[in-house]
């Protein structure tokens, strides 16, 4: 069974830095792109980062460009995201989620998501 | 980047059709195939995927859903609608970077 659990948020004040996980099981982390997308409270989803399978491509949103980091340790079949400059729009809940395979460009798994609140 | 836009929310009866719109400011084809993905969401929950590549039912998902279209006007369609799919659907697009989903259009019961 697939399975992806994120860890690492919490409250956190503007400026500051945090750093997610996410820990994949159930398949072979090392052959598929991951991403994390975000969703502010009671608004929609926003893709974030993605990064392949071996780490060559790696793209972000422009809202994010620059402050975060996607990272991932195929070892240790857990996905990064370095948060750091947090803004109060940066508050959301923070899925991880495993693109569907090389030449399928969507997400079949999502973890259950992980709180990120930016406020002093 | 591509803007995709869904109606805010749809009212709708049990075991009646319930369709939802996705329109999006740019072609999302490309060789053939639709770069459009709809997920449910329930409240609490996080996204499922329902409908990969504009029509194709991703595993374990009832046939009573089906997505169509092509270019900039997609579908989503229940039929016929249960309890259970009350929630919010977003479409999704994933033709270029940054990929974008649209706001939700929220299914509601009549």
């Known amino acids: 069974e697939v399975q992806l659990v994120e860890s690492g948020g919490g409250l956190v004040q503007p400026g500051r830095s945090l750093k997610l996980s996410c820990v994949a099981s159930g398949f072979t982390f090392s052959n598929y792109g991951m991403n994390w997308i975000r969703q502010a409270p009671g608004k929609g989803l926003e893709w974030v980062a993605y990064i392949s399978s071996g780490s060559s491509y790696i793209y972000y949103a422009e809202t994010v460009k620059g402050r975060f980091t996607i990272s991932r340790d195929n070892a240790k079949n857990t996905l990064y995201l370095q948060m750091t400059s947090l803004r109060s729009e940066d508050t959301a809940l923070y899925y991880c989620a495993r693109r569907a395979g090389s030449y399928q460009y969507y997400f079949d798994y999502w973890g259950q998501g992980v709180m990120v609140t930016v406020s002093s | 980047d591509i803007v995709l836009t869904q109606s805010p929310a749809l009212a709708v009866s049990l075991e009646q059709r319930a369709t939802i719109s996705c329109k999006t400011s740019?072609?999302?084809?490309?060789?053939?195939?639709?770069?459009m993905h709809w997920y449910q969401q329930k409240p609490g929950q996080q996204p499922k995927l329902l409908i990969y590549e504009g029509s194709n039912l991703a595993s374990g998902i009832p046939a009573r859903f089906s997505g169509s279209g092509s270019g900039t006007d997609f579908t989503l369609t229940i039929d016929p609608v249960e309890a259970d799919d009350i929630a919010t659907y977003y479409c999704q697009q994933s033709k270029d970077y940054p990929y974008t989903f649209g706001a939700g259009t929220k299914l509601e019961l009549k």
């Open positions: 740019q072609n999302v084809d490309n060789y053939g195939i639709s770069y």
